[in-house]
């Protein structure tokens, strides 16, 4: 079976979106051995003028329900603590999408707890 990630990126390309001012996600099944790109999906932006709004969180996560793990480009420390509380966990990797991807397969990184 599949690990669901979801990546935050404006280009497809790179994990290059904070993920409070994401306001998509690249939805992510990763084998053991490939991945494939299941849809694009829509969010309300998180962070603001006057700074975080946790029902915009929760929406978030409310549209990401079936992903295990999320990648973003940068989180602050509060919105991961909430994230991970709600049993999604989080990494920072600026990175290419495709360089990613391949470390968490080669590295089985979704297997560990």
């Known amino acids: ?7 935050a ?3 497809g390309k790179f994990v290059d979106t904070h993920f409070g001012h994401a306001e998509r996600f690249a939805i992510v099944d990763l084998f053991s051995d490939r991945y494939e790109l299941v849809e694009l999906r829509k969010v309300r932006r998180a962070c603001g ?3 975080h709004d946790e029902r915009a969180f929760d929406a978030i996560l409310d549209t990401l329900t ?7 480009e940068r989180i602050g ?3 991961a603590q909430y994230v991970a509380a709600k049993g999604i966990r989080v990494f920072e990797a600026p990175y290419p999408i495709d ?5 968490l397969m080669a590295d089985r990184i979704l ?3």
């Open 1 to 7: 079976m599949p690990h669901r990630i979801a990546l």
């Open 9 to 11: 990126s404006i280009t």
């Open 49 to 51: 003028p006057s700074g």
């Open 66 to 72: 079936d992903c295990e793990a999320l990648l973003v």
């Open 77 to 79: 420390y509060g919105a």
């Open 99 to 103: 360089d990613v991807l391949n470390k």
């Open 111 to 113: 297997d560990k707890p």
